[in-house]
């Protein structure tokens, strides 16, 4: 597994914070999971680390619960990974049994998830997904497309943005909301951006026929619930999404939601469309969780898509800011998205871990009037939605950041001495 251990030795280029732990407050954390409707009514799965004296073959790792009301669950023994589980149809009765191996309470795992403390002898969470390929949708949300179009005419130049805002706002953004993707209203507005020279790459994929799915982390790269997200250090304009991730099966059904940051790095994005790869996906640039909720007759993706999904970043300059994802403006239905990430021309026979987007990119200026936002070092990201609780990380540079070491050979490894 990887050194839990921190170096605080942070890359100058990204603007440091203090020194301090990183974590989430497990007190405000539980009064989430346990609020009426909120994760615990529900049948939930995630992936934490669980120490050695706690495994039945005596070698600790990642190990699939469920977690309850009344406790922390071993699921090891009915799938060695969350892809076989998401695979069963009947994992919602499965995570109801009563003869299941009581490993933590969850109070336990929420104190021991933060980085600063994260030490093999604690259970912690883990991202949820693991041989599931991680992609993400981009510009699903008519005001988080503008905020695209607007990277791209400043060329990654954070200082022009707020008059491209101004200009933009002005002359497309009341259109765009109310716009069906790929319909014959879009084709015609298409037709009178361009006339106007208006038109960009991200109004195609934001209003045109075929979505923006790119891949996000590799397999097994996310990082969990209190762990450290890394925005590189070259990177002066960048910022938290916040976002509702599917757990999709191999067949496409859509067995679960939880929470994700799809980390980007705007001005590299900005500067140009092909190094999309480069702004999204780097060391620990991808978090999910805490847990999956399974969808259920109680509790239905539509049920999920009237909520919103709230993003606070509090840093410790003592910047605040805060704002929301509506998911219920969203431009493009989830099962669209799902059904145009995979079927005929493409399957995942791991299962699909896929971000649905968001309306809401911080912009409020942090430094000079006109800077817009960007990350410091040690910045508390919080993202919650009440039925599927709250995903805490700490922001650090990539660079200092422990290396992604747990991959596909190293987990199969550890479940072979765990048999």
Not at 1 to 5: G, L, Q
Not at 198 to 215: H, K, M, N, R
Not at 226 to 244: I, K
Not at 320 to 329: E, F, K
């Given at each position: 597994?990887?050194?839990?251990?921190m170096?605080?030795?942070?890359?100058?280029?990204?603007?440091?914070?203090?020194?301090?732990?990183?974590?989430?407050?497990?007190?405000?954390?539980?009064?989430?999971?346990?609020?009426?409707?909120?994760?615990?009514?529900?049948?939930?799965?995630?992936?934490?680390?669980?120490?050695?004296?706690?495994?039945?073959?005596?070698?600790?790792?990642?190990?699939?619960?469920?977690?309850?009301?009344?406790?922390?669950?071993?699921?090891?023994?009915?799938?060695?990974?969350?892809?076989?589980l998401?695979?069963?149809a009947?994992?919602?009765?499965?995570?109801?049994?009563t003869?299941?191996?009581?490993?933590?309470?969850?109070?336990?795992?929420?104190?021991?998830?933060?980085?600063?403390?994260?030490?093999?002898?604690?259970?912690?969470?883990?991202?949820?997904?693991?041989?599931?390929?991680?992609?993400?949708?981009?510009?699903?949300?008519?005001?988080s497309?503008?905020?695209?179009?607007?990277?791209?005419?400043?060329?990654g130049?954070?200082?022009?943005?707020?008059?491209?805002?101004?200009?933009?706002?002005?002359?497309?953004?009341?259109?765009?909301?109310t716009?069906?993707?790929?319909?014959?209203?879009?084709?015609?507005?298409?037709?009178?951006l361009?006339?106007?020279?208006?038109?960009?790459?991200?109004?195609?994929?934001?209003?045109?026929?075929?979505?923006?799915?790119?891949?996000k982390?590799?397999?097994?790269?996310?990082?969990?619930?209190?762990?450290?997200?890394?925005?590189?250090?070259?990177?002066?304009?960048?910022?938290?999404?916040?976002?509702?991730?599917?757990?999709?099966?191999?067949?496409?059904?859509?067995?679960?939601?939880?929470?994700?940051?799809?980390?980007?790095?705007?001005?590299?994005?900005?500067?140009?469309?092909?190094?999309?790869?480069t702004?999204?996906?780097?060391?620990?640039?991808?978090?999910?969780?805490?847990?999956?909720?399974l969808?259920?007759?109680?509790?239905?993706?539509d049920?999920?898509?009237?909520?919103?999904?709230?993003?606070?970043?509090?840093g410790?300059?003592?910047f605040?800011?805060?704002?929301?994802?509506?998911?219920?403006?969203i431009?493009?239905?989830?099962?669209?998205?799902?059904?145009?990430?995979?079927?005929?021309?493409?399957?995942?026979?791991?299962?699909?871990?896929?971000?649905?987007?968001?309306?809401?990119?911080?912009?409020?200026?942090?430094?000079?009037?006109?800077?817009g936002?960007?990350?410091?070092?040690?910045?508390?990201?919080?993202?919650?939605?009440?039925?599927?609780?709250?995903?805490?990380?700490?922001?650090?540079?990539?660079?200092?950041?422990?290396?992604?070491?747990?991959?596909?050979?190293?987990?199969?490894?550890?479940?072979?001495?765990?048999?």
């Open positions: 597994m990887t050194d839990p251990a170096t605080t030795d942070l890359t100058a280029g990204l603007v440091p914070g203090v020194a301090g732990e990183s974590g989430s407050d497990t007190a405000a954390d539980l009064e989430v999971w346990g609020s009426p409707g909120g994760p615990l009514d529900g049948a939930l799965v995630a992936r934490i680390t669980l120490p050695a004296d706690r495994c039945l073959a005596g070698v600790g790792g990642p190990t699939p619960v469920t977690i309850r009301r009344d406790g922390v669950f071993d699921l090891l023994p009915f799938g060695p990974t969350m892809a076989d998401l695979d069963r009947d994992l919602p009765d499965l995570v109801r049994r003869d299941l191996r009581r490993v933590a309470d969850l109070a336990e795992v929420l104190a021991g998830s933060p980085a600063a403390v994260r030490s093999p002898e604690r259970p912690a969470f883990l991202a949820p997904f693991d041989l599931a390929v991680v992609r993400a949708c981009g510009v699903t949300f008519a005001e497309l503008l905020e695209r179009v607007i990277e791209e005419g400043a060329r130049d954070a200082s022009r943005a707020r008059a491209l805002r101004d200009r933009l706002a002005g002359s497309i953004g009341a259109d765009l909301g716009i069906v993707p790929g319909s014959s209203a879009a084709s015609a507005l298409k037709a009178e361009i006339a106007a020279g208006l038109w960009s790459q991200y109004l195609e994929v934001g209003i045109g026929p075929d979505a923006e799915i790119f891949t982390a590799p397999v097994l790269a996310s990082v969990g619930h209190g762990d450290r997200v890394g925005v590189r250090s070259d990177s002066a304009w960048n910022n938290p999404e916040p976002e509702v991730v599917l757990a999709v099966d191999p067949s496409g059904r859509i067995v679960g939601a939880t929470l994700g940051n799809d980390v980007n790095l705007r001005d590299i994005e900005g500067r140009s469309a092909l190094l999309l790869p702004a999204k996906d780097n060391n620990a640039s991808s978090s999910i969780g805490p847990a999956i909720r969808f259920e007759p109680s509790f239905t993706l049920d999920l898509m009237a909520t919103d999904v709230e993003l606070t970043v509090e410790r300059d003592g605040r800011t805060s704002g929301r994802n509506r998911l219920a403006r431009s493009r239905d989830p099962r669209a998205l799902v059904a145009q990430a995979m079927g005929r021309t493409h399957q995942y026979p791991d299962g699909l871990a896929l971000f649905l987007g968001t309306m809401f990119v911080p912009t409020a200026d942090r430094g000079d009037p006109g800077s936002f960007t990350h410091h070092v040690g910045d508390r990201v919080r993202i919650t939605n009440p039925l599927l609780g709250a995903l805490t990380n700490e922001v650090g540079a990539t660079e200092s950041l422990p290396p992604w070491t747990v991959g596909i050979r190293a987990l199969w490894a550890n479940l072979d001495a765990r048999r």
